[in-house]
Each structure stands twice: as structure tokens, then as C-alpha cells.
């Protein structure tokens, strides 16, 4: 706003008062509005946005419990965990398995000679670059050596250009000076590491460890892994060994020793079942939660009722609609085909889901293996809630998201009418107070005039009566 003030010293009026009257009511009614539509654009759009990011975590987690094993209830266990662990997960069933394992897979490591002077050995103490060349599955790695690069800064090139190929080196010290070791992530046999050039880190090296494969038996059945880490041996089942089995006879130094095989399962837990289902149920909470948050009529401290932000909103009664009406729909192939059969209940106050445990065990009793295809498939509860909700969760498309741009797009419209509300009262400022500023001068003329006048008169009186 324009900064002139009139004092009207002139014509004794206050002419800034009058002036700044006419500007705010100028002004107040365009102000209010933007003020209004600005406030409830904001609050609006901070309300989908909260809603919006609850639904993105529901399906996300619905599309983790449908890839997770959730809802199978498989647990994988071990006899002993110190030679293996395991997991189930999906295609994973009921079975159990003998398990010896006689030997680890381990990744190629090599050894350089020592360097007396430690990490800080200079390598190339030549006026040239010189090249270390690193071989492993007939692909070569070559590391550039600059003129005086020190051991220190080799190991740094090989872990930079090649940590993702598969290659680790780091310096091992200890009173005799520092070597650089050289390791494949990439393990098992044929995955050799050799060393050449013209580095001199090349010359003298030392194999410490050859590569080579896992052995193991599943009931009986011989097999070799490049890993220690096996998911392809049992459908859904994923193996890590650990250590090699113990001998079955202490002492045994005989070229293949019998070992005591581990006993590997997958069962059925309820307790599993159930650790799933009340995920669920706590994904289902949390978006419900977010929804009548920004929904609910509630009541203030004189008991009036207050509306909510979006309380009434068209396209939440929708959402809220589309979501309850897949979970109450029948589905699965078993005996029981809903969730409230198994003890799944809906609060009548709050829509809040919570678990029956008397109900839940005495399902589990006779029809565990029914909650699975209450879930899963292209028809379960996971899927159909996701398809339900596409609609409104699409990243840029979705009815959500396209309310949310619209909000962004008036705020930024009612931006345009403030800076153009503010030029206009500025101008219509600016024009009063020349004008005010022009009769403040006027009047003070005519005053003047008028006491010339009356001074005139007044001489020519006082002349006559003498």
C-alpha cells in the first residue's frame, strides 16, 4: 500500500483518517473472500493429503501381505541353528526334510606380498601410470596405477570402479607391514581370481582361499550351491547355511565323514495366522482412522456439533463405501468364507475392526486352511480392496490426487487475485490522496484569500472611523 499520509494542515481536516476508511472499505469485501476460499482450499488440501498418504500405506501393505506369505501361516524351523536357519515363503507347504551339510560355499581371496611401509607404501614409484589387471570369468578389471599412488589408494580405485562388479579389497596390517587382500562377493568354484600387470602389487601374490561350492544332501540327494544362501533347492523354502554339520563320530578324519543330518520343516502355525490377520487388521485401522479424522462431526466443550474438513465430502462417502463393501463380501473356497466368522468384529460406534480370541481359536480348530482363500488369489480380500481402491489412490490420476491439484491450482489463482486485490487498493490509495491532498490545498487558498479580505475590510473600517 501507498505510504503518503494527508495531515490536513490546510483545511483542519483529518483527511488520512477519511482516506484510510475509504481503502478498507475498498477492500473488505474482496479480502474476505479470498481469505475465506484460501483458508478453506488449505485446510481441504492438508486433509487429502492425509488421507491420501494413509491409503498409499494400506496398499502398501496389502500388496506386501499378498507377497510375504501373511496369510499361509508356513513357518520354516530348524533343528539346529547353528548350521542352518530357514524361512518359508510363498509356494512354500507343509514337509520336512533331512539336511547334511558337508562343506560351505566360499568366494576366491587373494593376497598380496608384503609392504614394509605399510598402507602408505608407494606402489609405483615411477614417472608412468602402471596397470593392475584383475581376471575372474574370463572378464578383466583393470585398475590404473598413477605415479606414486600408494597401496592405500589402490585398494580405493579397485572398491570404486569395481565394488559392484563383485570385487572387495581391503589392507591387512600387522607388525611386518601391510598386504592388500582381494575378495569375490561372487563365490563358488570357477570363479578364480588372479592378479597381472605391471602394478608390482601383482608380483608374489598368494591364493588365501580357493573358490568353491556348497555341498549339501536334502533326504539323501546330493547338491552344490555357489551360495550359502539357498532358494531354489525346496519350492518357497530359503536355506542359509551356516556351518558344515557335526560329525557323527568325534574325530573322524576319514576323507568323507558321516555327519549328523538337521531336520528342516514347514507346518502350519496359528499363531502365524493370526500375527497376519491382526496385521491386517491394524492396516485397516490406521486408514479408517485417517478417514474419520478428517470426516466425523464431533462436538465441541458447549456439546455443539463441529464438522470436520471434510465432513459430507462426496468422494470420501465413496472411498468409505467401496472399501466396506469388499470387506463384508463373501469369498474363499472353504467352509468359511468371511472374517467375522473367524472372529473378526466391527465396532458399531467406530467401524474399528478388532479380534475375538475365543471365536479366532475355535475356527483355527477345523478350518485354518480356509482363511488363506479368504485373502489371497486374484479374487481374495487383498486383491479386490486394492482394485477397489485404484480409482481414488493413482498417483496423478486418481480422484484424490486430481482433487488435490485442483485445490493447489485455486490457491494459486486466489495468489493472483491477493497480488491483484493489493495493486488495485494501492492505486485507489494513491488517487485519494491526491485528491485529498488537492482540496487540502484549495481550502487552504480560499482561507487565505478570505483573511486577505477580511484584513482589507477591516483596514478601510478602522481608516473611516478615525
Do not use: C, H
Amino acid at each position: 500500500m501507498a505510504g503518503t499520509t494527508v495531515s490536513g494542515v490546510g483545511s483542519g481536516i483529518d483527511t488520512s483518517g477519511i482516506i484510510t476508511s475509504l481503502v478498507n472499505a475498498e477492500k473488505a469485501p474482496k479480502q474476505l473472500q479470498i481469505n475465506t476460499q484460501s483458508q478453506k482450499a488449505t485446510t481441504q488440501l492438508s486433509s487429502i493429503g492425509k488421507i491420501q498418504a494413509a491409503l498409499d500405506a494400506f496398499r502398501g501393505a496389502l500388496k506386501t501381505q499378498g507377497t510375504d506369505n501373511s496369510f499361509s501361516g508356513l513357518v520354516g524351523t530348524s533343528s539346529d541353528e547353528k548350521v542352518a536357519t530357514m524361512t518359508a515363503g510363498a509356494g512354500a507347504s507343509n514337509g520336512t526334510f533331512s539336511l547334511v551339510v558337508s562343506q560351505l560355499a566360499q568366494p576366491s581371496k587373494l593376497s598380496s606380498t608384503n609392504f614394509a611401509g605399510g598402507a602408505s607404501s608407494v606402489v609405483n614409484k615411477g614417472d608412468t601410470a602402471t596397470t593392475l589387471t584383475i581376471s575372474q570369468s574370463g572378464k578383466n578389471f583393470d585398475v590404473s596405477v598413477a605415479p606414486g599412488a600408494t597401496l592405500q589408494q589402490v585398494r580405493d580405485s579397485i572398491n570404486s570402479q569395481f565394488g559392484t562388479a563383485g570385487l572387495s579389497a581391503n589392507i591387512l596390517t600387522d607388525s611386518n607391514g601391510s598386504r592388500l587382500i582381494l575378495t569375490s562377493t561372487n563365490g563358488g568354484a570357477g570363479t578364480d581370481l588372479t592378479m597381472s600387470g605391471n602394478s608390482g602389487v601383482d608380483t608374489g601374490y598368494t591364493v588365501v582361499n580357493p573358490p568353491q561350492n556348497a555341498k549339501y544332501t536334502i533326504d539323501g540327494i546330493a547338491a552344490e550351491s555357489k551360495s550359502n544362501n539357498i532358494t531354489d533347492a525346496v519350492s518357497g523354502v530359503s536355506i542359509k547355511l551356516l556351518t558344515v554339520s557335526p560329525l557323527a563320530t568325534a574325530g573322524d578324519t576319514s576323507k568323507d565323514p558321516v555327519r549328523t543330518a538337521l531336520t528342516i520343516s514347514v507346518s502350519t502355525s496359528t499363531t502365524a495366522l493370526k500375527s497376519g490377520v491382526k496385521g491386517f487388521v491394524d492396516t485397516y485401522n490406521a486408514l479408517l482412522k485417517a478417514m474419520t479424522a478428517e470426516t466425523a462431526v464431533t462436538k465441541n466443550a458447549a456439546g455443539d456439533p463441529v464438522a470436520a474438513t471434510l465432513t459430507g465430502d462426496s468422494t470420501m462417502r465413496t472411498l468409505q463405501s467401496a472399501i466396506r463393501n469388499e470387506f463384508n463380501t463373501m469369498s474363499g473356497s472353504g467352509a468359511l468364507k468371511s472374517l467375522a466368522q473367524f472372529g473378526v468384529e466391527t465396532d458399531q460406534t467406530t467401524g474399528l475392526l478388532s479380534i475375538d480370541d475365543k471365536q479366532w481359536d475355535n475356527a483355527m480348530k477345523t478350518n485354518a486352511a480356509d482363511l488363506s482363500s479368504i485373502f489371497t488369489g486374484k479374487d481374495g480380500l487383498l486383491a479386490r480392496l486394492t482394485t477397489a481402491t485404484d480409482a481414488y489412490a493413482k498417483p496423478t490420476t486418481g480422484l484424490l490426487a486430481t482433487r488435490s491439484t485442483s485445490l493447489s491450482d485455486s490457491l494459486k489463482d486466489l495468489a493472483k487475485q491477493q497480488t491483484a486485490l493489493d495493486q488495485r487498493i494501492d492505486a485507489y490509495q494513491t488517487t485519494l490522496t491526491n485528491k485529498y491532498a488537492a482540496m487540502d490545498t484549495l481550502v487552504a487558498q480560499l482561507r487565505q484569500q478570505s483573511n486577505n479580505v477580511l484584513g482589507t475590510l477591516n483596514a478601510l473600517n478602522n481608516q473611516k472611523n478615525n
